[in-house]
């Protein structure tokens, strides 16, 4: 066996290292320190086939139990937390499958009556776009752009991959496509700015694996009363920490998670302590789109 290699490791080159504290200082809008968004997962799956979360072991196709179980989202979960939404009048970055408009218009219609921002999130949830070849991915992006804006929708801005599977070329491809900003990368507390090939800027704008209802309650089983207080206690600690430095808090949240009536009444407790400081000008709440172009302006 040769020996290993001990010099430096393979990276990806998209954006160098700088520590959190070695950082320009800013604000956002109206001298905010904290920018919070709801990251609203709308998704559809196939029937009979693809991927899909799961609330109890995988059946052979057609999974009746857990496809109705995601589907449950759709039809039931997604009112539930838009009625919640609108009561606190709470914003959202809605990532949404293109294949909803097909499935149920109308829910798609609600979020843009609400004046939610719509961001890319592939076809569907039951596939994953890493394993495609580079006119495939560029085909993917492409078509949600184009679909979205065939329904009158304006061109999404952002883009969280199906799973959040990437290729080697996905940054640039995104760029190429037009997309402003991606939420697949979550190794910050701050918007980053990617390289791409084309030169075109790409922003990372941080989107969260811990405030994040499938990995917490579906992987580690977590009880949604100890979810919702995970989004409290991380709210006032970044309260605190954005003295220093403006940070963006983003919280993603599944329909057929969080919408089932005993999770909605936690995140229900949860939403109103955020909004209870909204009126003392250091939380900024917004949509993700919104804190892209603020970056943006800051670096023209």
Same mark, same amino acid.
């Given at each position: 066996?040769?020996?290993?290699?001990?010099?430096?490791?393979?990276?990806?080159?998209?954006?160098?290292?700088?520590?959190? &504290?070695?950082?320009?200082?800013?604000?956002?809008?109206?001298?905010?320190?904290?920018?919070?968004?709801? @990251?609203?997962?709308?998704?559809?799956?196939?029937?009979?086939?693809?991927?899909?979360?799961?609330? @109890?072991?995988?059946?052979?196709?057609?999974?009746?139990?857990? %496809?109705?179980?995601?589907?449950? &989202?759709?039809?039931?979960?997604?009112?539930?937390?838009?009625?919640?939404?609108?009561?606190?009048?709470?914003?959202?970055?809605?990532?949404?499958?293109?294949?909803? %408009?097909?499935?149920?218009?109308?829910?798609?219609?609600?979020?843009?009556?609400?004046?939610?921002?719509?961001?890319?999130?592939?076809?569907?949830?039951?596939?994953?776009?890493?394993?495609?070849?580079?006119?495939?991915?560029?085909?993917?992006?492409?078509?949600?752009?184009?679909?979205?804006?065939?329904?009158?929708?304006?061109?999404?801005? &952002?883009?969280?991959?199906?799973?959040?599977?990437?290729?080697?070329?996905?940054?640039?491809?995104?760029?190429?496509?037009?997309?402003? %900003?991606?939420?697949?990368?979550?190794?910050?507390?701050?918007?980053?700015?990617?390289?791409?090939?084309? @030169?075109?800027?790409?922003?990372?704008?941080? %989107?969260?694996?811990?405030?994040?209802?499938?990995?917490?309650?579906?992987?580690?089983?977590?009880?949604?009363?100890?979810?919702?207080?995970?989004?409290?206690?991380?709210?006032?600690?970044?309260?605190?920490?954005?003295?220093?430095?403006?940070?963006?808090? &983003?919280?993603?949240?599944?329909?057929?998670?969080?919408?089932?009536?005993?999770?909605?009444?936690?995140?229900?407790?949860?939403?109103?302590?955020?909004?209870?400081?909204?009126?003392?000008?250091?939380?900024?709440?917004?949509?993700?789109?919104?804190?892209?172009?603020?970056?943006?302006?800051?670096?023209?």
């Amino acid at each position: 066996m040769s020996a290993p290699s001990l010099g430096p490791l393979s990276t990806h080159g998209r954006f160098d290292y700088v520590g959190i &504290g070695q950082r320009p200082d800013y604000c956002w809008p109206d001298g905010a320190r904290l920018a919070v968004y709801l @990251g609203f997962n709308v998704e559809h799956f196939a029937f009979g086939e693809g991927l899909g979360a799961a609330i @109890g072991p995988a059946s052979p196709q057609p999974d009746v139990l857990n %496809y109705s179980w995601r589907e449950y &989202g759709n039809r039931v979960g997604a009112w539930r937390c838009l009625e919640l939404f609108d009561q606190l009048s709470l914003p959202t970055g809605a990532l949404i499958n293109t294949a909803l %408009y097909d499935h149920c218009p109308e829910l798609v219609a609600a979020l843009v009556t609400r004046g939610d921002e719509l961001i890319g999130h592939g076809h569907s949830n039951a596939e994953r776009q890493g394993g495609l070849d580079e006119a495939g991915e560029r085909a993917l992006l492409a078509h949600c752009r184009q679909r979205m804006m065939a329904e009158g929708h304006p061109a999404p801005q &952002g883009w969280l991959s199906p799973w959040i599977s990437e290729s080697l070329l996905t940054p640039d491809l995104l760029a190429e496509t037009g997309y402003s %900003y991606t939420l697949n990368w979550c190794h910050d507390d701050q918007p980053v700015a990617m390289r791409t090939r084309s @030169g075109q800027p790409l922003w990372a704008i941080p %989107y969260p694996q811990e405030l994040n209802d499938i990995p917490m309650i579906v992987a580690r089983q977590m009880d949604a009363r100890d979810f919702c207080q995970m989004i409290i206690d991380n709210f006032d600690e970044m309260l605190l920490q954005a003295r220093q430095q403006p940070l963006v808090m &983003g919280i993603a949240l599944h329909p057929y998670l969080m919408g089932q009536p005993y999770r909605l009444r936690h995140l229900r407790r949860a939403l109103e302590h955020l909004c209870r400081v909204r009126d003392h000008g250091e939380v900024w709440f917004t949509a993700p789109g919104a804190i892209c172009r603020h970056v943006q302006s800051l670096n023209r």
